[in-house]
């Protein structure tokens, strides 16, 4: 039993001296990538990449509605933050 607490410490602060914080230079551009929508549904997945200004879109999913919802046709991920950041 003693043996296996000495592991455990051990394990601890290894895993302690690896933690390493790096400080990203503001000059460099950042690759952000962003998931808009689908948390937890089929369908309305939208994944952002946005890079030095520019955003582009991958898999820009959509869903259908279920019969609480007569009038609607397909439902789509919320666009606001792509409205908000187009310029």
Known sequence: MRQNKKQATSIAVSSQKKRQTKTIKKDKPVLRVI???GMREIGKNMTVFEYDGDIVIIDCGMAFPDDKMPG???IIPD???LR???E
């Open 79 to 81: 666009f606001t933050y």
């Open 84 to 86: 908000e950041n187009r």
């Open 35 to 37: 998931p808009l929508g």
């Open 72 to 74: 609607i046709d397909i």
